[in-house]
């Protein structure tokens, strides 16, 4: 059987085959801390080379093997990783820059004047049938993932809109599960476009303190909350804006703008044929003056927050398996094969790894940071403002972490959450993860990926600039799935409709912190981009645990408490309204 070969370096099979060129364990130590450098093997990271007694010639088989693999770097499927510029040079995230000392002030906005007295006592006489309506819809699951329910809350949002007043509500029929299109005619001057999702995410029941689809009131520190999947994200405040219509109608016979409600059934998917939804409607939706998202945006304090973009994203499954590359093709086998047979495991183990410096924080894909985009000079007095509340010690605590990465200061850590991309493993599995002990040598390998793109970076670029990346390195036979991918999304703190809404939090003694973006992913795009509309998504109200056990919305505070209860939100979306119509 002839030597194995590593880079062109024949394994010797006898001890007597090797020469050592009468070379000192110091010099060849030497030698190979000189090639771990260049391949990025030199460094705290990765842990110095350990050197045999000084002196002693190199004569065990294992330290010759080793001097072998550190020289030239041996792939373990066989397969020649090339090592580029990549390892070798430092590659750094953009940095950025605070270039002015401007600091936003949300109550420097006209505070909203108008009060509409009769709309308000409607509300409060109505309180129990507004709280049955949301009740109502956190008892109807709606799990997109698992589609269960998908298509009776659709009907159920569609006919509670019929119900209301609107004489257009349609299904909308997709690749997916289907949306929900309606229009009211108020023959008002402005037109806003409400975007509603109706879907939730799945539930672990064991997890809960009361069954998640039984829509209970419960006791908390905060006060009275509903306690259901979907009550703050988002049916709570979704169906809390639909009764401030049924009260702003049934008092005055018609609503101070013309609305209309476009809602998905698959945000939690990653909304990937909501497109297909703005298409059939788009010169519709682009004669509208804006976009609103009803969202609970009071932290536990009663704080406001208001957001004006978000972070695109791209999803993806990389997956290795068994091929002619190497490796069990149909099934697992023995883990003593390892000694004859490649891995999958770590096949796709080391093509992640490739694709970022050690420590996971900076992206060494060529050309992911080149179309980063500075902060817009309007950025400045937000991140100004978010710095100068921000509690870098509270913050910490409520992650559970000890530091931010690379040991950044609070600015640095900020800058980087706004504007930077990130590249992210959700999770990863193959083999044997049960309980005890089973060797084997597993035939696939599969990873779940996300990175959050901000303004600039387009996911089809990107998605090209990976592929590249790990065929260049050798990587050609792992595959990716991407599962969805959207662009960011922006709106300016000029907008109209944005000027309006802290007007309203003014009136309520709540301005908003306002923020550029957050790190999270939705699909804006379709509204900011495609059609070209300025979007909101805020409103009074606090509710937590979203995608968690345990998911509430507050419906009666407890007293003393800035939060608002479901009657003062729902007379805040009733001034949003009446504010955006100058009445």
């Known amino acids: 059987m002839p030597p194995r070969t590593i880079r062109g370096v024949e394994a010797v099979k006898d001890l007597e085959d090797f020469q050592p060129d009468r070379k000192t364990n110091d010099e060849i130590v030497d030698t190979m801390s000189e090639y771990g450098s260049m391949l990025g093997g030199d460094g705290p990271e990765h842990g110095p080379i350990k050197r045999p007694k000084k002196g002693k010639m190199v004569t065990d088989m294992k330290w ?52 509409h007295d009769e709309i308000y006592a409607h509300i409060d006489r109505n309180l129990d049938q507004h709280l049955a309506n949301l009740q109502r819809w956190v008892r109807q699951p709606s799990i997109s993932a698992q589609n269960n329910g998908i298509s009776e809350m659709a009907g ?5 809109l019929l119900a209301i007043g609107f004489a257009e509500a349609e299904l909308v029929p997709t690749d997916g599960h289907p949306g929900v299109f309606a229009h009211y005619d108020a023959g008002a001057e402005k037109t806003l476009v409400v975007y509603m999702m109706y879907d939730v995410q799945p539930v672990n029941p064991q997890d809960w303190l009361v069954p998640p689809f039984a829509g209970e009131l419960v006791e908390h520190e905060l006060g009275t909350v509903l306690m259901a999947r979907g009550a703050t994200n988002q049916k709570g405040p979704q169906r809390a804006l639909l009764n401030a ?20 059934g698959e945000e939690e998917l990653g ?7 703005i298409e059939k409607y788009k010169d519709r939706l682009m ?6 998202f009803p969202i609970n945006s009071q932290n536990r304090a009663g704080d406001m927050r208001m957001i004006l973009g978000v972070k695109g994203i791209i999803y993806m499954e990389l997956e290795a398996r068994g091929g002619p590359h190497g490796g069990p093709v149909d099934h697992e086998v023995h883990g003593s094969l390892k000694a004859n047979i490649d891995s999958p495991v770590w096949r796709l183990v080391q093509a992640l790894a490739s694709m970022t410096t050690p420590d996971g924080n900076t992206i060494l894909i060529d050309g992911y940071y080149d179309k980063v985009q500075p902060p817009p000079a309007e950025d400045m007095p937000l991140i100004n403002s978010m710095l100068a509340s921000a509690d870098e010690e509270k913050a910490m605590r409520a992650l559970g972490i000890e530091r931010w990465i690379d040991g950044q200061t609070m600015q640095e850590a900020q800058m980087d959450y706004l504007y930077n991309p990130t590249l992210n493993i959700n999770g990863i599995w193959a083999g044997y993860t049960g309980e005890g002990t089973k060797t084997i040598l597993p035939h696939m390998a599969t990873a779940k990926v996300d990175s959050r793109l901000p303004p ?21 036979d792992i ?8 662009p960011a999304s922006q709106t300016s703190l000029d907008s109209e409709l944005v000027q309006v809404a802290i007007s309203v939090f003014n009136k309520y003694g709540a301005p908003p912190s306002v923020e550029p973006r957050i790190g999270g992913s939705a699909p804006f795009y379709v509204f900011t981009d495609i059609l070209q509309l300025p979007m909101v998504f805020t409103g009074i109200g606090h509710g937590n645990g979203a995608h968690g056990p345990n998911e509430i919305m507050v419906i009666y505070p407890k007293e003393g408490s800035k939060i608002a209860g479901l009657a003062r939100m729902e007379k805040g979306y009733v001034d949003i309204l009446h504010a955006l119509a100058g009445q």
């Open 479 to 486: 595959t990716i799935r991407q599962m969805s991918g959207y």
């Open 156 to 160: 159920m949002l569609r006919d509670d």
């Open 64 to 115: 010759t093997m080793l001097a072998a693999c550190a020289l030239f770097a041996a792939c373990e499927q066989g397969t020649e990783i090339t090592v580029s510029g990549d390892a070798a040079k430092q590659v750094h995230r953009p940095r950025f820059e605070i270039s002015s000392d401007s600091v936003f002030d949300a109550g420097s906005i006209p505070t909203y004047k108008g009060s």
């Open 287 to 292: 004669a509208a003056d804006g976009v609103f």
């Open 456 to 476: 600039g970076l387009d996911p089809d670029a990107m998605m090209a600039l990976i592929r590249t990346h790990l065929d260049k390195h050798g990587f050609t």
């Open 245 to 264: 219509l049924e009260s702003i109608i049934s008092v005055t016979g018609s609503l101070p703008v013309n609305l209309i409600v476009l809602a998905e």
């Open 271 to 277: 909304s990937p044929h909501f497109p297909q939804i």
